[in-house]
């Protein structure tokens, strides 16, 4: 049996549009969704949070070659399973700790830390110019999390059960997200919601890389889930090279993904290309 996710994408590719929501005071407006048609979520409003410059210069950014994400033996940054003997460890293997579902569970937990150590810091706020707002992260955390679920998928059934693992843990952050945020009442209802936006974005990014898609239609993605903020469907001449840089970002990480192995990725020992350096092409361990 497919799991959640898997099932909710299939299904969702099949819809016109979602309702409108807005999540409190201190929430975006995140406007009505049409997936089927990929529509905008609008961005804050200019006026509000004025827009940060970047000082880094994205038309030489995310042209090196693509490389493996995963963390050397020796990085201080990996996350081992402890390696008890004797008495502890018999215990311990009759706990089920060294169970494949404690297992998965565990990675699936580091696999997301990794995540979230992406798309928490300044960095990609600043280099792409973007106002650190709850709906500018919940995009870039879906994002980034379908870059994730889309290389565990390429595993087969056992990168699919993972995946599923690491979609609990996500969705029970964005929840604590949005309690945080000031929302309390109606929290299913909004969480029901975000979970709509959620697949229906994994629903149009895929459909952006599929082979008949044109290049530019992961472009046009980028901009109507993340940039923008007035319903357009493509990038005015002031933001095209701030998308075209997220752009291929997005595709040197599915490309780097794809080049770190099946190990790395189910015990969450890599790093998504690090931003925090003016030049983003080399990746440092």
């Known amino acids: 049996m497919l799991p959640r996710w898997s099932r909710a994408v299939i299904h969702l590719s099949k819809l016109r549009s979602f309702n409108s929501i807005e999540l409190g005071k201190d929430f975006s407006l995140i406007h009505r969704q049409s997936y089927a048609a990929v529509a905008p979520a609008p961005a804050p409003s200019a006026d509000s949070f004025p827009p940060t410059k970047s ?18 033996p020796y990085s201080p940054l990996r996350v081992e399973d402890p390696k008890y003997e004797g008495i502890r460890r018999i215990v311990l293997k009759m706990m089920l700790f060294y169970s494949k579902q404690s297992k998965s569970i565990r990675g699936a937990n580091v696999l997301y830390r990794r995540v979230l150590s992406q798309v928490d810091k300044p960095a990609i706020y600043e280099v792409f110019s973007l106002e650190k707002t709850f709906r500018m992260t919940f995009s870039l955390l879906v994002l980034h999390m379908w870059l994730c679920l889309r290389r565990l998928k390429a595993e087969g059934k056992d990168g699919v059960e993972l995946g599923q693992y690491v979609y609990e843990i996500y969705n029970h952050d964005v929840e604590l997200r949005v309690s945080k945020a000031g929302v309390n009442l109606l929290l299913t209802k909004w969480m029901k919601e975000l979970e709509k936006i959620f697949y ?16 530019e239609e992961l472009t046009e993605v ?49 790093m998504f290309t690090p931003l925090e350096s003016s030049s983003a092409d080399s990746v440092r361990r």
């Open 55 to 72: 000082s880094v210069n994205l038309d030489k950014m995310f042209w090196s070659k693509p490389c493996s994400l995963a963390l050397a």
């Open 222 to 270: 980028i901009w109507r889930n993340i940039f923008s903020d007035d319903g357009t469907s493509k990038p005015d001449a002031a933001a095209l090279h701030t998308v075209q840089a997220m752009a291929r970002y997005v595709r040197r990480e599915i490309s780097c993904l794809s080049l770190t192995d099946k190990e790395a990725m189910f015990s969450g020992n890599f």
């Open 200 to 215: 229906g974005n994994i629903v149009a990014y895929d459909a952006a890389l599929l082979p008949e898609a044109t290049h």
